[in-house]
Structures are given as structure tokens and as C-alpha cells.
């Protein structure tokens, strides 16, 4: 006789779930105190309330983690339509190996040296502002670090000189192989030093993002610091990927002539394949302006449905290769960009390159970057992109579902891309092509 063997439901999910509160009538003043007083764990939902300013050096510690599918979860309540405000210290929020964590609904200001320093797995922060940041807006440290998810959030006024940026994002390829950093639906915008976005993680997928205004590069797509790694790890270990699809890239700094770097920046190198798809780039700055800045070790840089443009002056570079460093012989392809019939250094591999003095924007002065009706984005992408032959990015976005916007959005409020059968070149679609793509990541 068969007999059916019932498992106990604590097997697989967690023995309780609990709600701790934190705030000025609540048991816990601060977040630092229910640490202090409780360990929360997978599934738990720690609530703090809004319309209070809290004392920074917040440190959320290792035993504070959730598990794989069950994470913790620290979430900001609004009240008077207020976020909880963290503010001050060196590091105003740390994770500290407390892995499978969710921390939303913030607003994060005043650290001297990073506002959060982010040193753990399976971490999403969500629906969060970050700003006033002496130094780095999110530090990702070298080791320990592994998954890391960016989405709803603003990250503003951050960075300071070349070596502090709005965003620094790494992971550590031994503790956390295969970890993916994953950015979408974010407005990154008017960093004091640094680069917007400096990358040097294990795989990435940076989609309908706003990013405008760096001290140097918007981008910057590299390797991890060779310095600074945990024992085992080489340069060879693994290759770094990017996935840049849906993003818009508005350059306005005219002390700085580069908009995106990949490769390496002379102290890690990627080795790696980046690949950009309806993407829009605009130069604000006046002043002749490298797009794709080429650097150390790389593998294949790959463009499709970008259109490139420089609205107030100056000649675009589409590309600049003297310190690339190819790994396997020079590697470029895309199809069916857009460039000034001025632009110089135009990828021979591309094919389908349109050209034209304007691309048809709706206005550019107001950074309403809609392709026109009659302009010539619209219906000029190449609907079935391919890859360089042989060098493929994993897990490649396309068509793109979501459009970026100049603002901080609401979760889930991403607007959804329209699609008439023929998708436009940039990041947004025209706005009378009605029918909206279908599925979405």
C-alpha cells in the first residue's frame, strides 16, 4: 500500500511573521533600538513612521536577515503625506550582511560618507530618496555585497570629486557568484562629483531609468577594483555584463566631455559585453562630447534604436577607442541609430544609421523628449535587433515595456511603452501609438 507522507508545513515557511513598529509613541524610538531589542527575520514587516526625522548610523545587523523568498521587509509609512526622514552620521543606513532585505519608503540624507552603504544579498530598496550626501548617495562595498535591486527612486545632490559618486555598485564575486544589479524606474540626476552611475557589478540590467547631470561620466560600466577583492578572485574570474536598454542619458556638464565609460577606468576592467537598445542621449552642454567612451579590457559593445543628439552645440563623438584594450579583437555591432549627419567616429559596423540636424523631439527645451509624428524616430527602429555574432548578453531586454520620466515615481506607476508595430528609436514612444507592448519584466 502507497502511504502519503505529509511534511509539516514549517519545512518550508517560516514559523511566524511579526510586525514591529518604530516611532516617537512606539515601543521603538528608532530602528537602531528594536535591533537592539529584537532580532526580526524572514517574512517579519518592521513599520516606521513618517512625518519624523531619525538619527542616522542606522546599522541593520547580519542576524536581521531574511531567507531566499521570504525576506525582511523595513518599510517607511508615510504620515501627513511625510516619508521618515534618516538623517546624519558617517553612513546613514548600513546593511550589514543582513541579506534578503527590503527597505522602502525612506528619505536617506546627511551621510558624510555614504548615505547607504549597502553590504549584503538580495537587497531591493525601493520607493526611497537619497540626497544631501556628502560623499557617495550608495555605496556598494567590495565584499559581501551581492544582489542588489534599485527601483522608484530618486538619488539627487551626492558625490564629491572624481572618487565619491551618486551611485557605487559592486559585488563580491566569490562570497555571491552570479549576482545580478538590477536599476529600473529610477531619476538620478545633479550629482556633485563623481560619475551618476559608477557599475563595477557582476551582471546588470539598467532599464527606464532619467539620468541627467554628472560632474563626469552619466555612466560608467567597468570591472571590479582589482585591490581590493576577497582571496581567489582574478581579473578572469568572470566577465562583467550591462544591459542598458529604455534609459534616458541627459549630459550637461561642459567641463566634461564623456557621457558613458565601459570597460575599465584603469583599476578594474570588465572584459565584459555592454550593450545599449532605445536608449535616448542628449548633450546639453554646448561642447563637443564623446558618447560611448571605450577603456581598458572589453569584450563587444553592442547599440541598437539610440538616438544620439546634441541640442544646444558642439559635434557628438560616437565613439572613442584609443585606450580600449579588446579582448577578443575589436567587437561592435547595432542597427538603426540615430546620429547628427555632423557626428564623427560613427561605428562602421552599424548598419541601418539614420542621420539628420534634428531628431523630431516634442521640445527639447523642456526635456519633453517624445518623438514627433513627423519626425525621424518615429517608426525607425529595427524591430528584431541581433547581437554581435558570438558575443551575446545574456538575458537581453527588447522590446522595452516601460518609458523613463524626469520624476520620482510611484511603485508601479512606470508608464507602459506603446507600440503601433513599429517600435520609434529612443527611450520613449511616440504618443499616439496606442497599442501598449506586450508582457513585461
Known amino acids: 500500500m502507497r502511504r502519503l507522507i505529509l511534511l509539516p508545513l514549517c519545512a518550508t515557511l517560516p514559523l511566524h511573521a511579526a510586525t514591529y513598529q518604530v516611532g516617537p509613541t512606539r515601543a521603538y524610538h528608532s530602528l537602531n533600538a528594536l535591533f537592539a531589542a529584537v532580532t526580526p527575520g524572514a517574512d517579519d514587516v518592521v513599520e516606521v513612521d513618517g512625518d519624523v526625522t531619525y538619527p542616522g548610523g542606522v546599522v541593520v545587523?547580519?542576524?536581521?536577515?531574511?531567507?531566499?523568498?521570504?525576506?525582511?521587509?523595513?518599510?517607511?509609512?508615510r504620515v501627513n503625506g511625510h516619508r521618515p526622514i534618516i538623517s546624519g552620521s558617517t553612513n546613514t543606513v548600513e546593511f550589514r550582511q543582513s541579506d534578503h532585505l527590503v527597505f522602502e519608503g525612506f528619505e536617506v540624507t546627511g551621510g558624510t560618507s555614504r548615505c547607504i552603504l549597502q553590504g549584503a544579498h538580495d537587497v531591493t530598496v525601493r520607493d526611497s530618496v537619497i540626497h544631501g550626501?556628502?560623499?557617495?548617495?550608495?555605496?556598494?562595498?567590495?565584499e559581501y555585497s551581492g544582489s542588489f535591486t534599485l527601483e522608484y527612486s530618486e538619488i539627487y545632490d551626492a558625490g564629491s570629486g572624481s572618487t565619491r559618486h551618486p551611485l557605487y555598485i559592486q559585488s563580491d564575486e566569490i562570497t555571491h557568484p552570479g549576482s545580478l544589479f538590477?536599476?529600473?524606474?529610477?531619476?538620478?540626476?545633479?550629482?556633485?562629483?563623481?560619475?551618476?552611475?559608477?557599475?563595477?557589478?557582476?551582471?546588470?540590467?539598467?532599464h527606464y531609468n532619467w539620468f541627467e547631470g554628472a560632474a563626469y561620466h552619466e555612466l560608467e560600466l567597468i570591472g571590479p577594483d582589482e585591490e581590493t577583492q576577497q582571496p581567489g578572485?582574478?581579473?578572469?574570474?568572470?566577465?562583467?555584463?550591462?544591459?542598458?536598454?529604455?534609459?534616458?542619458?541627459?549630459?550637461?556638464n561642459p567641463a566634461f566631455d564623456s557621457v558613458i565609460r565601459v570597460g575599465g577606468d584603469g583599476s578594474g576592467q570588465s572584459k565584459g559585453r555592454a550593450r545599449f537598445v532605445n536608449n535616448t542621449i542628449l548633450v546639453t552642454s554646448g561642447h563637443d562630447t564623446t558618447v560611448f567612451r571605450i577603456f581598458d579590457g572589453i569584450q563587444a559593445v553592442e547599440a541598437h534604436n539610440n538616438v544620439l543628439y546634441a541640442s544646444a552645440g558642439g559635434t557628438i563623438r560616437v565613439e572613442r577607442t584609443v585606450e580600449a584594450e579588446w579582448t577578443n579583437g575589436r567587437q561592435v555591432g547595432g542597427s538603426n541609430n540615430w546620429v547628427p549627419t555632423s557626428a564623427t567616429f560613427v561605428p562602421a559596423e552599424w548598419t541601418g544609421t539614420l542621420g539628420g540636424t534634428n531628431p523630431g523631439f516634442a521640445n527639447v527645451a523642456a526635456l519633453d523628449l517624445t518623438p514627433t509624428v513627423a519626425g525621424?524616430?518615429?517608426?525607425?527602429?529595427?524591430?528584431?535587433?541581433?547581437?554581435?555574432?558570438?558575443?551575446?548578453?545574456?538575458d537581453a531586454l527588447f522590446p522595452p515595456h516601460f518609458q523613463p520620466k524626469r520624476a520620482l515615481l510611484p511603485v508601479d506607476g512606470a508608464a507602459v511603452r506603446p507600440l503601433d508595430g513599429a517600435i520609434d528609436i529612443g527611450a520613449i514612444e511616440y504618443a499616439g501609438d496606442a497599442i501598449f507592448a506586450n508582457g513585461f519584466d
Open 376 to 394: 525621424a524616430l518615429h517608426d525607425a527602429g529595427d524591430a528584431a535587433p541581433q547581437p554581435i555574432a558570438g558575443y551575446p548578453v545574456a
Open 133 to 142: 550626501c556628502a560623499g557617495h548617495g550608495i555605496l556598494s562595498t567590495d
Open 61 to 77: 545587523p547580519e542576524e536581521a536577515g531574511g531567507s531566499e523568498g521570504h525576506p525582511l521587509v523595513i518599510r517607511g509609512l
Open 233 to 252: 578572485w582574478s581579473v578572469d574570474l568572470v566577465r562583467e555584463d550591462q544591459d542598458v536598454v529604455g534609459n534616458v542619458i541627459v549630459h550637461s
Open 182 to 206: 538590477r536599476m529600473r524606474y529610477c531619476y538620478v540626476h545633479d550629482g556633485n562629483g563623481g560619475n551618476l552611475l559608477k557599475d563595477r557589478h557582476e551582471r546588470s540590467q539598467i
